[in-house]
Every structure is written in C-alpha cells, then in structure tokens.
C-alpha cells in the first residue's frame, strides 16, 4: 500500500494531459465546425460538396482508425506528428465534423424575417452572419456544443491506443504494476466524471451569458 501515493500522482500526470487534450482538442473541433458548417451552407457548390465530403467521412468512418492513419501513415507521406498533435487532430477534426452539423442547423433555425431584413438593409453576408443570425444562432448552437465537448472529454481515452500518457493509459500502467483493476481504473472514472461535470457547468454559464436579455430583446 506504500507505493499507491505515486500510483495515484502517476494518475494525476495523465489527467494534466488530458486535460491538454480536451481543451485543445475542443479549440480545434469549435475551428473545424464553424469552417465545415459554414461551408455547408456556402452560396458555392464546390464549397458546399467539399464540406459535405468532409462531413461525412469523418462521422462515419471511426475515430480509431482516424487516429492510426494521422499518426502512423501521414509520416509514410512525409508529415510527421508527435502523440499530443496527432490526438488533437483525430479529436477535432472528428468532434468537429459532428459540430458542423450543429452550426448549419443552428443558422437554418434563425427566422427567415431575419435573413430577408439583413437583404433589406443592404448588408454584406459578413455583416449578416456576424450581427445578426449568429448572435441568434449561438444559444441553440451551445447545449449540443456542450454534449460534444463531454464526448470529446471521453474519446481522449483511444490516445492510450498511441502511447499517449493520458489518464486511461496511466491507469493501465498501474494495473500492470498492482494487479489491481479497481482502484486506477475507479479513480478515472471518478475524474472523468468531475472534468464532464466542469464543462457542463462552464458551458450553461456561457449560455446563461449569450441568452441574458434574450427574451427582452424578442
């Protein structure tokens, strides 16, 4: 039972990079969802079947064999990752083709009065999206961008698959070690549920913020 103090710190050590993993995992996918979704709606055509191939390949093929191609055979084609950037790239670009979803639907849901008065005033599709349908869009936008969040938290487990110290890797480590199942791999589940429950909690601050005044305004 001595050694179970630096078992549990060699734990903590892959929560830090989990957590490296989430947030910038989370920048990427909120990037990638914003450039997809757009794009889907894009007046372009080109633009539009770019985005749509983009979009489903990544949701339907699995986030696995993604990670294996990033991280294995990108470097047979001359570009290289280390672990940390390989994770981030298969997190966001998968998280964040399921976001683009969200953003298209999000700016379809604004009212059609909308669009046509932002024609009316004679503003330009930036000015449109910037002042009027996204400031709209974004409180629909926000529930669903918390549940991919929470999901994103989770698949950062399959970075273990790449020897990537994170969490689940550093609790497989310890059981290896103890022979020992249930104490490293309870105590993961016990921060996986405290960081879900962290965003979860930031994410309907941040909704509460955006919807301030909302219905004063309606």
Request: charged share 10%; hydrophobic share 55%; glycine share 8%.
């Amino acid at each position: 039972m001595g050694d179970w103090p630096g078992y549990l710190l060699l734990i903590l050590q892959g929560t830090w990079v989990t957590v490296q993993l989430t947030v910038m995992g989370c920048a990427v996918a909120l990037v990638v969802a914003f450039v997809a979704g757009l794009g889907r709606i894009a007046p372009w055509p080109p633009v539009r079947w770019l985005a749509t191939a983009f979009i489903e390949f990544f949701r339907g093929t699995s986030i696995f064999v993604q990670l294996f191609w990033i991280y294995f055979v990108l470097p047979m084609l001359g570009v290289s990752l280390t672990p940390m950037q390989a994770g981030v790239t298969a997190l966001g670009l998968n998280v964040g083709a399921y976001g683009a979803e969200v953003v298209r639907g999000a700016i379809l849901a604004v009212p059609r009065d909308q669009h046509e008065a932002t024609v009316a005033l004679n503003l330009s599709r930036w000015q449109r999206l910037r002042h009027v349908i996204l400031p709209q869009a974004l409180p629909l936008m926000l529930p669903t961008f918390g549940n991919n969040a929470i999901e994103l938290l989770k698949a950062t487990a399959v970075v273990s698959l790449i020897s990537l110290s994170d969490m689940t890797f550093q609790a497989q480590i310890v059981r290896s070690q103890t022979g020992n199942t249930l104490v490293p791999f309870v105590t993961i589940l016990i921060l996986y549920f405290l960081m879900a429950l962290a965003l979860s909690t930031l994410i309907r601050r941040i909704e509460r913020r955006v919807t301030r005044g909302l219905d004063g305004v309606r």
